[in-house]
């Protein structure tokens, strides 16, 4: 149709509500007067001196993940013994190649920075395939925060682009035997 485009429009949340099942396992969860948009999971454990942490990022139907972007730091060491962090099994679709995955230590802010994009046909799923693996260097080192910002896209008319930011600090004490 002629002269037809669109109505979109993009808003950001930033105020999620943080859900604690324990000081390891966290989900924010973002939300507008409309109901839940999104939510980031984690589910962390410690093993071998190691935190696992398995994520779980879900979006409303009519969405599709975009982007994810995670900044990842220890506080109590985060400037003098930053830790060694890693991600497990980088993502692969159904048919499609695996997403492209960044890892970095960023100019001028904390922690590293891990990046997924090109997700292909996991875009519209529930990914719940992405671990997470930190290695604290320094042993007074027990607090884990993640800073996220996912960037959802809406596959309808009159639907809104979302870009969620938020921040998680779990706490593993069992790190610091």
Same mark, same amino acid.
């Given at each position: &149709?002629?002269?037809? =485009?669109? %109505?979109?429009s993009e808003q950001t949340l930033s105020d999620p509500t943080v859900h604690a099942d324990s000081?390891?396992?966290?989900?924010?969860?973002?939300?507008? /007067? /409309?109901?839940e948009v999104g939510k980031f999971g984690v589910n962390g454990r410690v093993d071998a001196g %190691?935190?696992? @942490?398995?994520?779980? %990022?879900?979006?409303? !139907? !009519?969405?599709?993940?975009?982007?994810?972007?995670?900044?990842?730091? &220890?506080? !109590?060491? @985060? *400037?003098?013994? +930053?830790?060694?962090? @890693?991600?497990? =099994? +980088?993502?692969?679709?159904?048919?499609?190649?695996? +997403?492209?995955?960044?890892?970095?230590?960023? $100019?001028?802010?904390?922690?590293?920075?891990?990046?997924?994009? $090109? #997700? /292909? $046909?996991?875009?519209? !799923?529930? %990914? =719940?395939?992405?671990?997470?693996?930190?290695?604290?260097?320094?042993?007074?080192?027990?607090? #884990?925060?993640?800073? *996220?910002?996912?960037? #959802?896209? =809406?596959?309808?008319?009159?639907?809104?682009?979302?870009?969620?930011?938020?921040? #998680?600090?779990?706490?593993?004490?069992?790190?610091?035997?």
């Amino acid at each position: &149709m002629a002269g037809c =485009s669109e %109505i979109r429009s993009e808003q950001t949340l930033s105020d999620p509500t943080v859900h604690a099942d324990s000081s390891g396992r966290k989900t924010l969860v973002f939300a507008t /007067n /409309n109901g839940e948009v999104g939510k980031f999971g984690v589910n962390g454990r410690v093993d071998a001196g %190691i935190i696992d @942490a398995p994520l779980e %990022i879900w979006h409303r !139907e !009519e969405t599709a993940v975009k982007s994810i972007k995670l900044r990842v730091w &220890m506080p !109590e060491v @985060a *400037t003098e013994s +930053p830790p060694k962090v @890693a991600i497990a =099994s +980088p993502v692969e679709g159904d048919s499609s190649p695996p +997403p492209s995955v960044a890892l970095y230590t960023p $100019d001028r802010a904390l922690g590293t920075v891990i990046e997924v994009s $090109d #997700l /292909n $046909d996991l875009a519209d !799923e529930t %990914i =719940s395939i992405l671990n997470l693996l930190v290695k604290p260097v320094a042993e007074t080192a027990t607090k #884990l925060n993640i800073y *996220t910002t996912i960037e #959802l896209t =809406s596959s309808g008319v009159l639907e809104r682009d979302y870009t969620l930011n938020g921040e #998680l600090q779990l706490t593993y004490s069992e790190l610091n035997h």
